[in-house]
């Protein structure tokens, strides 16, 4: 049961440090929510929507960016019964992990929660992170609104390919 809570309260402080910044304007954009987002009703469903529709500002712009200004570093927390983070360096990697974030689409917003996070920080060249959080497979909006995805197949298996060339995870399995 210890060992749940201290998991639980290293969760909170990763959360929290998640859109960490030496620079308050970056830190605010990837958690200041601009702008409206699309009204969703019975009449009005989400469907097909861009992810981007729901980032915050600074997931835009991450998103936005260039091959050239690609980030540095991707580290993919998987937090569930366990809490684990892979490392990746590969630019392919990164920019294909970019790339089907920029294609996923929502197609309706979910009510269900798990106690699964998956945190993709994209660390940037001069060391300032932004942070795209799913709960379990949906993802969870700048609104903390959970919504369920689609075409994010090829998102998900260019994450777990992180985990599949650490070296530690590596010893793991052997």
């Not at 609104?145 to 650490?166: F, H, M, P, Q, T």
């Amino acid at each position: 049961m210890r060992i749940r809570k201290v998991a639980a309260l290293l969760i909170v402080i990763c959360i929290l440090a998640g859109c960490a910044s030496t620079d308050s304007s970056l830190r605010n954009s990837c958690t200041e929510i601009s702008g409206k987002f699309p009204e969703q009703s019975q009449e009005n469903p989400p469907t097909s929507r861009l992810l981007r529709d729901y980032c915050t500002e600074g997931q835009r712009e991450l998103l936005d960016q260039s091959q050239e200004n690609l980030p540095t570093e991707l580290v993919f927390h998987d937090w569930t019964e366990t809490t684990t983070s892979y490392k990746t360096t590969d630019g392919e990697i990164i920019s294909g992990i970019l790339q089907a974030l920029r294609a996923t689409t929502v197609v309706s917003k979910s009510s269900i929660r798990s106690t699964d996070r998956r945190i993709l920080e994209f660390v940037i060249e001069e060391g300032d992170t932004c942070s795209f959080e799913f709960d379990g497979d949906k993802f969870q909006g700048a609104d903390n609104e959970c919504y369920v995805l689609s075409g994010d197949n090829g998102l998900w298996k260019l994450v777990w390919a992180i985990r599949e060339k650490d070296p530690e995870y590596q010893k793991l399995i052997r």
